[in-house]
């Protein structure tokens, strides 16, 4: 599926003096990798080659604060201000569509691409942001960039690229109840470990794979960064075509006939080989959680910490989370729960947190903040009751945004606190300085801001 | 961008694996439209208390450290987010050169946009360079050799293309351009 996407898009093929010219289907844009991008335009004097081909949105640094949104209240960042300020005149000069604040198709972009259809099978996504991977859940080549090469596909829509290495990533069996796609990501990085897929393209394949939603599935392709890997990918079938049918920004009527029909060669062809292989089996994926300062340090929530002590880095970072060798991860203190984020921001997240919420208050001293992935994914929530599920359980509902994943808009979590939180990525400092972060599912983290202890989901799912 | 051929320096040692961009320029950083002036911020949270002085113990803070250009740190360095205000940083800071036995991609793609060099040694060959900080190396790009005061050498490869481009001051950007008689009929083709 990779060799056949690459191949479709090689404007000039790779040789051994120069990277291929790869073709741009999609380019995403947001306030905080873009500025500079437009910047190096204008000192050349180039414009915006294809702005049809192009999307902005703003999630980063916005605030969510509904006040702060729509009115009543200035943005307390004020460089967050300028750089909402700045993605909207860098577009207006490029004729670039751009969903601003108060648009209510605005949301975080690696949510807002598949909900409006664009993200499609085939095509080649980009976007100045790791993340960019999550589409690869739709069978697109989808990777993020950095600032320069922002640039460049603005004015080329195209990349110089060296054709990554595969690596097909199986996972058999079936998840058990209360264990979710969020687990198996962290499970699999935890196997193939933080830089085990550098220089390569995931093939997430298999039946456990196949089983999920694309709400799911999206959720695993979004960490593929995090296994150090250029990109993830599902091969497209029923599932996804399903979720695309009559989406705004999908093919329509003739048009989708005949999209169905490129889509559906498009699965890797059977007995082609990958460049590396792993095997997982799902049935035996329990809730994870993170419990050091990167993701492929994940554990089953019913285990121990692991020592090292012969590991001078390892044990830094079971200092920084406060940790130590032998003790249960399950029952240690929360300060902090997060819902949200491209990884678990979606309307399926929602509802599973509110699943365990419904009725609950959170623990004395815990906060809890949900944070919806997109306007659309907030009004969908709100038409359900899940927005009074959280607010009644203590916790505050906001507008969409990246908010306290990356802490750049004013959300974050006090030095030395714990977090539970549904993002991505656990680093030191990532949702505030000095706070320590537990990755871990929608459910998982909804049971622990009941319980204010980390907590297995499933002894609240009764069964 | 002027041509790269040889940077000529003592290194710092940072011996952690696995530093992350969050590290190398904590996203609070990043709510800038400049591309300059960002390496008062590198490493921020490493480098000072939380009253803004310096951490004495951290390595970049040494007196021997001041006016390095090479920066060794362990295997996988530079993971997690695209930033490119990681490499931003660490030139603005002085740095010209990272070593590392694993460098993430992105990251290595966004070194090499910027003219600092991202070059992986063998785990061997950086775990010594970590034990000997502050030793002095000449990186040779036009030979992919570094060389050590003793005379011994490290061989490395950069990808060919951005090696053409650092060695003679290219820009990418100007190469994608001359590309567009190809741009334009793969456009037409597929319409």
């Given at each position: 599926m990779?060799?056949?996407?690459?191949?479709?898009?090689e404007?000039?093929?790779?040789?051994p003096e120069?990277?291929a010219?790869?073709?741009?289907?999609?380019?995403l844009l947001?306030e905080?990798?873009?500025?500079?991008?437009f910047?190096m335009?204008r000192?050349?004097?180039l414009?915006?080659?294809r702005p049809?081909l192009?999307?902005?949105?703003?999630?980063?640094?916005?605030?969510?604060?509904t006040?702060?949104?729509?009115?009543?209240?200035?943005?307390?960042?004020?460089?967050a201000?300028?750089?909402?300020a700045?993605?909207?005149?860098?577009?207006?000069q490029?004729?670039?569509?751009l969903?601003?604040?108060?648009?209510?198709?605005?949301?975080?972009?690696?949510?807002v691409?598949?909900?409006?259809?664009?993200?499609?099978?085939g095509?080649?996504?980009?976007?100045?942001?790791?993340?960019?991977?999550t589409?690869?859940?739709?069978?697109a080549?989808?990777?993020?960039?950095?600032?320069t090469?922002?640039a460049h596909?603005?004015?080329?829509?195209?990349?110089?690229?060296?054709?990554?290495?595969?690596y097909a990533?199986?996972?058999g069996?079936a998840l058990?109840?209360?264990?979710?796609?969020?687990?198996?990501?962290?499970?699999i990085?935890?196997?193939?470990?933080?830089a085990?897929?550098?220089?390569?393209?995931?093939?997430?394949?298999?039946?456990?794979?196949r089983?999920l939603d694309?709400?799911?599935?999206?959720?695993?392709?979004?960490m593929?960064?995090e296994?150090?890997a250029?990109?993830?990918m599902i091969?497209?079938?029923?599932?996804?075509f399903?979720?695309?049918?009559n989406?705004?920004?999908?093919?329509?009527?003739?048009?989708?006939?005949?999209?169905l029909?490129a889509?559906?060669?498009?699965?890797?062809?059977p007995g082609a080989?990958?460049?590396?292989e792993?095997?997982l089996?799902?049935?035996?994926i329990?809730?994870?959680?993170?419990?050091?300062?990167?993701?492929?340090?994940?554990?089953?929530?019913?285990?121990?910490?692991?020592?090292?002590s012969d590991?001078?880095?390892?044990?830094k970072?079971?200092?920084?989370m406060?940790?130590?060798a032998?003790?249960?991860?399950?029952d240690?203190?929360?300060?902090?729960v997060?819902?949200?984020?491209?990884?678990n921001?979606r309307?399926?997240?929602?509802r599973?947190?509110?699943?365990?919420?419904?009725?609950?208050k959170?623990?004395?001293?815990?906060?809890?903040?949900?944070?919806?992935?997109?306007?659309?994914v907030?009004r969908?929530?709100?038409?359900?009751?899940?927005d009074?599920v959280?607010?009644?359980?203590?916790?505050d509902w906001r507008e969409s945004?990246c908010?306290?994943?990356i802490?750049m808009?004013g959300?974050?979590?006090?030095?030395?606190?714990?977090?539970?939180s549904?993002s991505?990525r656990?680093?030191?400092?990532r949702q505030?300085?000095?706070?320590?972060?537990?990755l871990?599912?929608?459910?998982t983290?909804?049971?622990?801001?009941v319980?204010g202890r980390i907590?297995?989901?499933?002894?609240?799912?009764?069964g | 961008?002027?041509?790269?051929r040889?940077?000529?320096?003592?290194?710092?040692?940072?011996?952690f694996?696995?530093?992350d961009?969050?590290?190398?320029?904590p996203a609070?950083?990043?709510?800038t439209t400049a591309?300059?002036?960002?390496?008062?911020?590198?490493?921020s949270?490493?480098?000072?208390?939380?009253?803004?002085t310096?951490?004495?113990?951290f390595p970049?803070n040494?007196?021997?450290?001041q006016?390095?250009?090479?920066?060794?740190a362990?295997?996988?360095?530079?993971?997690?987010s695209?930033?490119?205000?990681?490499?931003?940083?660490l030139l603005?800071?002085?740095?010209?050169?990272?070593?590392?036995?694993?460098i993430a991609d992105?990251?290595?793609?966004n070194?090499?946009?910027n003219?600092?060099?991202?070059?992986?040694?063998?785990?061997g060959?950086v775990?010594?360079l970590?034990?000997?900080p502050?030793?002095?190396?000449?990186?040779?790009?036009?030979?992919n050799?570094?060389?050590?005061?003793?005379?011994?050498q490290?061989a490395?490869?950069?990808?060919?293309?951005?090696?053409?481009?650092l060695?003679n001051?290219v820009?990418?950007?100007?190469?994608?351009?001359?590309?567009?008689?190809a741009?334009?009929?793969f456009?037409?083709?597929r319409?």
């Amino acid at each position: 599926m990779f060799q056949k996407i690459w191949e479709r898009h090689e404007v000039v093929p790779e040789t051994p003096e120069t990277p291929a010219v790869l073709y741009i289907d999609l380019h995403l844009l947001h306030e905080v990798t873009t500025p500079q991008a437009f910047t190096m335009l204008r000192e050349q004097g180039l414009r915006t080659r294809r702005p049809d081909l192009t999307l902005a949105t703003m999630d980063h640094s916005t605030p969510t604060r509904t006040e702060q949104v729509f009115g009543g209240a200035p943005i307390a960042v004020e460089s967050a201000a300028l750089q909402i300020a700045e993605l909207e005149k860098n577009c207006a000069q490029a004729g670039i569509e751009l969903f601003n604040l108060r648009s209510a198709s605005r949301g975080i972009v690696h949510i807002v691409g598949p909900e409006l259809g664009l993200t499609q099978p085939g095509k080649t996504v980009v976007c100045g942001d790791s993340h960019t991977s999550t589409h690869g859940a739709f069978g697109a080549l989808a990777f993020g960039i950095g600032t320069t090469e922002v640039a460049h596909v603005l004015a080329t829509q195209c990349l110089l690229q060296r054709r990554p290495h595969t690596y097909a990533v199986e996972v058999g069996g079936a998840l058990s109840p209360g264990v979710t796609a969020k687990d198996m990501i962290l499970a699999i990085i935890g196997r193939i470990g933080v830089a085990g897929g550098t220089g390569h393209v995931l093939e997430y394949r298999g039946s456990a794979v196949r089983a999920l939603d694309m709400e799911e599935r999206m959720t695993v392709c979004n960490m593929s960064i995090e296994a150090g890997a250029r990109a993830g990918m599902i091969a497209p079938d029923e599932t996804t075509f399903e979720y695309l049918a009559n989406r705004p920004r999908a093919p329509q009527g003739a048009a989708w006939e005949q999209a169905l029909e490129a889509w559906r060669a498009l699965p890797t062809d059977p007995g082609a080989s990958f460049d590396r292989e792993v095997r997982l089996d799902a049935d035996s994926i329990e809730p994870m959680i993170s419990y050091g300062t990167h993701p492929g340090m994940v554990l089953p929530i019913g285990a121990c910490i692991p020592g090292r002590s012969d590991d001078p880095v390892f044990n830094k970072a079971l200092a920084y989370m406060g940790f130590t060798a032998g003790a249960p991860i399950r029952d240690q203190p929360v300060n902090v729960v997060f819902i949200g984020s491209c990884t678990n921001g979606r309307l399926s997240d929602l509802r599973a947190a509110a699943q365990l919420l419904r009725g609950q208050k959170v623990a004395r001293g815990v906060q809890l903040l949900v944070v919806p992935g997109s306007q659309q994914v907030k009004r969908a929530a709100e038409a359900e009751g899940l927005d009074r599920v959280f607010i009644d359980a203590g916790g505050d509902w906001r507008e969409s945004g990246c908010s306290m994943c990356i802490g750049m808009n004013g959300d974050t979590v006090g030095p030395g606190q714990y977090s539970v939180s549904t993002s991505n990525r656990n680093f030191e400092g990532r949702q505030g300085p000095g706070a320590r972060t537990l990755l871990a599912s929608p459910l998982t983290a909804a049971a622990s801001a009941v319980r204010g202890r980390i907590t297995d989901p499933r002894e609240l799912l009764g069964g | 961008m002027p041509p790269i051929r040889q940077i000529r320096s003592r290194t710092v040692a940072l011996p952690f694996t696995n530093i992350d961009t969050d590290q190398i320029i904590p996203a609070r950083f990043l709510r800038t439209t400049a591309r300059a002036g960002l390496g008062r911020h590198l490493f921020s949270d490493w480098r000072y208390q939380s009253d803004g002085t310096a951490k004495p113990d951290f390595p970049l803070n040494q007196a021997t450290a001041q006016g390095c250009q090479i920066l060794v740190a362990g295997r996988n360095f530079g993971c997690g987010s695209s930033r490119e205000h990681a490499p931003w940083a660490l030139l603005d800071y002085g740095f010209r050169a990272v070593i590392s036995a694993e460098i993430a991609d992105i990251f290595s793609n966004n070194a090499l946009k910027n003219g600092l060099l991202p070059i992986v040694l063998a785990v061997g060959e950086v775990a010594t360079l970590l034990a000997d900080p502050g030793l002095e190396l000449l990186i040779d790009l036009e030979t992919n050799r570094i060389t050590r005061p003793d005379g011994s050498q490290f061989a490395f490869q950069i990808e060919r293309f951005a090696r053409y481009c650092l060695l003679n001051g290219v820009d990418e950007l100007g190469f994608l351009r001359s590309q567009e008689p190809a741009i334009a009929r793969f456009e037409s083709a597929r319409a």
